[in-house]
């Protein structure tokens, strides 16, 4: 069994178009992540979820947007997609509620290339 | 504002080597770090937190310390194998933003020679 689960894995699309990437995870966590990996494998948050609450947005452009229909799943929308969007991004997910002692848990990633 | 840095960047050991990777923060007011590995094309993998209470931890060939008050951890692996090439990441939970935040270094790639 996944226990963090990204569709799709691979994502091919032209500039200005909208997409979306879908998250799940059965481990019957509260907080949910979305994270950034760049062409230099630097990794950023993006998004915290708890409770299906938005707790962190780390100043990421507006065209951006997260959703959250329950606590298994945070969705990612992204519109009017451009070339510096190109990267792989990772869906993770923990416990919430004791951070100091929690792992987070990682989704195998979704690679988005725009064109 | 909290930064994690790692080196070296990169290091390439034979088979059998032991190795250590480095991790400095520059906020010692975290909940925890954690230890990652990334293969290539893959998502990243757990393998030890450290909370800020703890000094190290352990698991097989791996022990992870933490100083919080310096702003170091280290990664030290034992016998090196081929199996182990991959990218190391250090990350840590800032207690600034609740726990809620999760700063990464950009990982220390290793390649172990068989």
């Known amino acids: 069994d996944t226990a963090v689960s990204q569709t799709p894995k691979y994502l091919v699309t032209q500039m200005g178009n909208d997409k979306s990437i879908k998250c799940e995870q059965n481990?019957?966590?509260?907080?949910m992540y979305w994270y950034k990996q760049d062409s230099k494998k630097f990794l950023k948050i993006m998004f915290s979820?708890?409770?299906?609450?938005?707790?962190i947005n780390e100043t990421v452009p507006n065209r951006f947007s997260p959703k959250s229909p329950d606590k298994a799943h945070l969705n990612l929308h992204i519109n009017s997609l451009e070339l510096g969007d190109s990267a792989v991004y990772f869906c993770?997910?923990?416990?919430?509620?004791?951070?100091?002692?929690?792992?987070?848990?990682f989704g195998p990633g979704t690679r988005l290339l725009v064109l | 504002k909290q930064e994690v840095t790692q080196i070296p960047a990169a290091l390439s050991v034979p088979e059998g080597e032991n190795l250590v990777l480095n991790c400095s923060f520059t906020?010692?007011?975290?909940?925890?770090l954690q230890w990652f590995r990334q293969d290539p094309g893959k998502g990243l993998t757990s393998l030890l937190l450290i909370q800020s209470s703890q000094r190290e931890q352990t698991s097989g060939r791996l022990n992870a310390s933490l100083d919080k008050s310096s702003g170091r951890s280290t990664l030290y692996i034992a016998a090196s194998q081929p199996g182990d090439s991959a990218t190391y990441l250090c990350a840590v939970r800032p207690v600034e933003t609740g726990g809620f935040k999760t700063i990464f270094g950009a990982g220390t790639r290793l390649f172990v020679k068989a």
């Open positions: 481990l019957g966590h509260d907080t």
């Open positions: 906020d010692s007011a975290i909940y925890n």
């Open positions: 979820y708890n409770n299906k609450e938005l707790i």
């Open positions: 993770a997910s923990s416990q919430g509620l004791r951070l100091a002692e929690e792992t987070q848990y």
